[in-house]
């Protein structure tokens, strides 16, 4: 089952790095979920920043910067995987 912890507001396309706002906790190590019009990507999450700072563990209402593995677009929902 899927959790939805947040959206896309922006993606710099150079460096490939999703920016998302939270709605949900998430934490390195966890699975994500990237789903939009164009876009359907399932990723391991290796590392968050806030303001270039690492991160291990994020809260609710937090925009944080995520390496994708392919480009997303702004408006993205993603998701938390969770093992059902």
Same mark, same amino acid.
């Given at each position: 089952?899927?959790?939805?912890? /947040?959206?896309? =507001?922006?993606?710099?396309?150079?460096?490939?790095?999703?920016?998302?706002?939270? %709605?949900?906790?998430?934490?390195? /190590?966890? =699975?994500?979920?990237?789903?939009?019009?164009?876009?359907?990507?399932?990723?391991?999450?290796? %590392?968050?920043?806030? +303001?270039?700072? $690492?991160?291990?563990?994020?809260?609710?209402?937090?925009?944080?910067?995520? $390496?994708?593995?392919?480009?997303?677009? %702004? /408006?993205?929902?993603?998701?938390?995987? =969770? +093992? =059902?």
């Amino acid at each position: 089952m899927d959790i939805r912890i /947040g959206r896309v =507001t922006h993606y710099y396309d150079r460096i490939g790095v999703a920016v998302i706002v939270l %709605s949900g906790e998430l934490k390195v /190590g966890d =699975t994500i979920h990237i789903l939009g019009r164009t876009t359907d990507l399932t990723q391991k999450v290796f %590392s968050i920043e806030i +303001e270039h700072n $690492k991160q291990q563990v994020v809260k609710a209402r937090q925009e944080v910067a995520l $390496k994708v593995d392919e480009p997303v677009r %702004s /408006g993205d929902v993603v998701y938390k995987v =969770t +093992e =059902t």
